[in-house]
């Protein structure tokens, strides 16, 4: 009996107590009301001074022949013949999309020019001037005449401009750039760029799409290439000798005409002429051969990367709208002064005790 009145006790305590912080907190409405307008008011003035952000979306889809490439492979094996092959599945999958937020990827295409009233600069240069990053610099002797010119060769650059880089690549992936793909099934990636300026966010992104489609390729696809050039430079290589060989035939033929048959030694040159020509027709045979298989090969090998959609003008806004900033303002301004007056009297009962 004397657990249950306990307990009855502390439950009624407990109503008691919440019923007495309610009627507090309800006592302070006035104050409360009033936080919630200044909060409310101050969400107006945010709403009103926050730029709007455009946001520009590419999207494309990566085709690659591997089954194709496979083939080609195949049949050259058959044949005994070495053509070479791509850069394998080093940007398969999620890494194609790390590769487009990698800070080599990012900066290369920071350092890529953009029209800017009729004046090329880097799109680096006018993420600065766009943050007004230059205001700031002007007692700092060591960066206030950075510059960052489009193609600068990234090799030469001094460590502050290494440092400022690499402030706006964090800045950008940090929130400002997205790269997914929205269904694993299908091929298709989708580049988001946001950021104040509507002209910085749609040529950052296509140039973003470029410079990774550019690497990508010719990773891809630097192999075969290779293995092409050399089977390319062998094929002219010999195909010079025969050519020469076949003037020696000639020029031999010409100085044993009429000779008497007997004479057999004085036709040697001709027939060691005869012999070069067809061993190079033979090696001549075997390099075509093999230089157009590895031209089917780099052409399976070669990824179709095919935009979709590109960003178009005017781009998608997003904006803190002065409902918003009521809305939100005043839901903190009221939270703020329920959390003092609560602190307060709570710090008030902990003095007295």
Known sequence: MNDIKTDEITFKTIILEIKGW??????????????????????????LM?????????????????????????????????????????FAGGNLISLFKSRKMIEQTLLTDIAVNGKKISLAEMYIQENKWRDGWKKLPKIKNLKFLPYANRDSFTREQDSVLELIFKNLSAANLDVSQKDKKIGMISIETKSTNEHFSKVFTESLANVVSDFYIETKTEKSKINMEILQRQLDSIRGELNGSIS??????????ALNPALNVKRVPSVRKQVDVQANTTILT????????????????????????????????????????????????????????????????????
Request: positive net charge; proline residues 2%; contains cysteine.
């Open 50 to 90: 926050k730029k709007d952000i455009y946001v520009a979306t590419l999207t494309f889809a990566l085709e690659e022949d591997n089954a194709g490439a496979s083939g080609a492979l195949g049949l050259v094996g058959q044949l005994g013949l070495d053509v070479g092959g791509g850069a394998g599945g080093a």
């Open 248 to 257: 020696g035939v000639a020029v031999a033929n010409d100085r044993t005409f």
């Open 286 to 353: 075997e390099l075509i051969k093999q230089t157009e298989l590895a031209k089917v090969t780099l052409r399976k090998e070669t990824p179709l990367i095919q935009v979709i959609d590109r960003p178009i003008y005017p781009l998608k806004k997003e904006r803190f709208g002065k409902a918003k900033g009521i809305v939100f303002g005043g839901f903190i301004g009221g939270f703020l002064a329920v959390m003092y007056f609560i602190v307060r009297r709570l710090y008030g009962i902990l003095m007295k005790e």
């Open 22 to 47: 309610f009627n507090f907190i309800l006592s302070k409405f006035k104050f409360i009301f009033l936080a919630g307008i200044l909060g409310a008011a101050l969400g107006v003035c945010y709403s």
